[in-house]
Nanobody, 123 residues
Framework: VRLVESGGGLVQTGGSLRLSCASS????????ICWFRQVPGTEREFVGA??????KIKNSDTLRGRFTASRDRTKAYLQMSDLRPEDTGVYYC???????????????????WGPGTQVTVST
């Protein structure tokens, strides 16, 4: 199962980016999707999750209000606003096949991962 993230890049402090996640190899709407990030010098952390239907969403408590996960039938999105230099890192989407809606936050819950997309926030 192959996932691909897009939309990363360089942005100034206070700016916004929207990341996308898609797959050309499986029926995307059958998968619950999660976003993680790895900031330099730290462990990979949960950012946001959206269930296969899109009706269940869980965003990180520490990032709430700035980062929001969403999706449609063919892509998942991570809307990021008010970006700060400490948000600089690699952002990953991950997927798991389930027959029901869920929004897991553990990395071990997910079986398929994208290569990540770099987000750099300048001062």
């Amino acid at each position: 199962v192959r996932l691909v993230e897009s939309g990363g890049g360089l942005v100034q402090t206070g700016g916004s980016l929207r990341l996308s996640c898609a797959s050309s190899q499986f029926t995307f709407e059958d998968y619950n999707i999660c976003w993680f990030r790895q900031v330099p010098g730290t462990e990979r952390e949960f950012v946001g999750a959206v269930s296969r239907s899109g009706r269940k969403i869980k965003n990180s408590d520490t990032l709430r209000g700035r980062f929001t996960a969403s999706r449609d039938r063919t892509k998942a999105y991570l809307q990021m606003s008010d970006l700060r230099p400490e948000d600089t890192g690699v952002y990953y989407c991950a997927a798991r096949f389930e027959r029901w809606d869920s929004v897991g936050v553990a990395q071990t819950d997910y079986t398929s991962w994208g290569p990540g997309t770099q987000v750099t926030v300048s001062t």
